[in-house]
C-alpha cells in the first residue's frame, strides 16, 4: 500500500495501536505456568474488543489469534498447550486488520530467569530492526535494509534468518512490493517510493540460516537448530524517514 491521504494515515495509525497495545498486554500477562493457548486467548479478547480481527486467521485460516512460538520455534507457532517454562524464550506476533487497514509487529520476551546470552541476543535483535529502519525513506533503495542489518550481524557474530522476509503491508497482510530481505542481496534494484507501507522484521540468530516447515504445517524451527530472535514494526516511508505506525498508545 501506498499511504496518499491523510484518512488512510490515520486508519493505519489506529489499526497500529491495536496490534501494539495488544503485544504489550500479552507481554505484561506472560508468566511461566500459562499455555500459549491462554496467551493467545488474551490477545485474542483485547483484538475483539477494539473491533479488530486477526489478520493470521481472516487471511490463511491460521489456528490461533496470534502466532506464539517458543524457544526452538522461530516462526509460526501455533497456540495450544504448551507450558511456558522459566527461562523460555517467547516470540509473539501479532497482526491485524481494521476497517481495511492491516499492521503487524512482533518480538521475544524473556521469561526469567534470563540467561546473559538471552539478554545480549534481544537487545542485538532490536538493533538490527531499528538499524533495516533507519534506511527507510522516500526514494532509497530497498535493499539497503538489508544490507545495512546485513553488517551489523557480521560484525557482531550473528546469523540471519534467509527464508523470512519483511514484506509490504497495508489493505492486506502480504502485498506489493513483495518480500523484501533483510539480509544482503544483490540486483534488487527496486526503491522506497514515498507513502509505501512495509514492515522491517529481521530474525537475528546466534548460527541458524534458514527456517525450516514442522509436521504441523505451520511452526517453523532453526536450521541449524539456534536461539532466534524477531522485532517488527509497521512503516510508512516519508521524506523524513521511517514513521513507526505499530506504536502503543
Known sequence: MTITHEDELNGLKAIGRIVANTLQAM???????MTTAELDEIGRDLLDRA????????????PGATCISVNEQVAHGIPGDRIIAAGDLVNIDVSASKAGYFADTGASFRVPPVKPSQDRLCRDGKRAMRIGIAQVGADRPLAGIGQAIGRFASQCGYTLIRNLASHGIGRS????????ATWPTRGDT????KGLVLTVEPFLSTGAMQATEGDDGWTLYGTPPAPVVQYEHTLVATDRGALIVTLPG
Open 190 to 193: 527496486r526503491r522506497i517510493n
Open 173 to 180: 497482510l502480504h502485498e506489493a512490493p513483495g518480500e523484501i
Open 51 to 62: 473491533g479488530a480481527v486477526s489478520a493470521p486467521q481472516s487471511c490463511y485460516d491460521f
Open 27 to 33: 507481554a505484561t500477562a506472560l508468566e511461566p505456568g
